[in-house]
């Protein structure tokens, strides 16, 4: 269960957050699923912090990386930079990273890469727009973008990584997938995975995301195939994001 901040909240704001937040969550939402905070590069320190002195069993995670680990690529961040402040978990390929900052499949893929090769989760963002989905191409769309950003990886690396569906027209806008539709996508996702990493299907965590809220994830959570969520604005909120967390 991941809180995806986006651009939103400075360091001292995270803290706030934080404090907050662990007086919020309970004790079952902590047991039975791994929580995991995605703020802007800016704030993972002070939140690491937080999380280690006060010995919270949240986890850290990034929204994105650079594939090389050093070198002459002004403004990226890097892996083995990510790791040192006791990270564990990345987002990548994220629609509005696709959208906005034109990240293909094969960049998708390399950053993967880079995430396993540093010992980082990778949370893999895939999803379709609107107008794919009215003409009926989602699971064409959602099988490319698996096939292509998931390429060379092995059974033992997909089976401990993260798939995030998240249709593209569910994100921010306040509509969600129906629960059927986000749970027919994800069984797709996880047939295709199947067919090419017949051992990591089973075992891969595929989340759902797109305008989660307390009042829509109860019946998400029910459906078979989705084993999480990807949290964008509710997660903001440590009350909302608290609630989330207690679904049914
Ligand atoms: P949202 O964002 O919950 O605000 O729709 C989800 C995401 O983009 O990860």
Redesign the pocket.
């Known amino acids: 269960m991941a809180a995806?901040w986006?651009m939103n909240k400075n360091h001292i704001e995270a803290i706030h957050f934080v404090e907050e937040f662990r007086n919020r969550v309970e004790q079952k939402a902590i047991n039975r699923s791994d929580i995991v905070i995605c703020p802007p590069f800016t704030a993972l320190r002070s939140v690491q912090t937080v999380l280690d002195s006060e010995d919270l069993e949240f986890k850290l995670g990034a929204q994105n990386m650079y594939a090389e680990d050093s070198g002459a690529f002004t403004g990226e961040v890097s892996g083995p930079m990510l790791t040192k402040l006791a990270v564990t978990y990345v987002i990548l390929g994220?629609?509005?990273r696709r959208d906005y900052f034109q990240e293909s499949d094969e960049m998708v893929n390399n950053k993967v890469k880079a995430a396993f090769r540093n010992g980082l989760v990778p949370i893999c963002?895939v999803g379709e727009t609107l107008r794919e989905r009215e003409e009926g191409f989602t699971n064409k769309k959602v099988e490319w973008q698996i096939v292509h950003s998931l390429e060379g990886l092995t059974d033992e690396q997909i089976s401990g990584m993260v798939v995030?569906y998240?249709p593209i027209w569910?994100?921010?806008?306040g509509k969600t997938a129906t629960a059927q539709d986000a749970q027919d996508t994800i069984a797709t996702i996880r047939l295709v995975i199947r067919d090419h990493h017949p051992d990591a299907a089973d075992k891969v965590r595929i989340q759902y995301?797109?305008?989660?809220n307390p009042g829509n994830i109860d019946e998400l959570m029910a459906q078979p195939d989705i084993d999480g969520a990807?949290?964008?604005?509710?997660?903001l909120d440590p009350v909302q994001f608290a609630r989330i967390l207690m679904f049914e």
């Open positions: 995806n986006k994220h629609s509005e963002c995030a998240e569910a994100i921010g806008t995301g797109g305008s989660v990807l949290v964008g604005g509710a997660s």
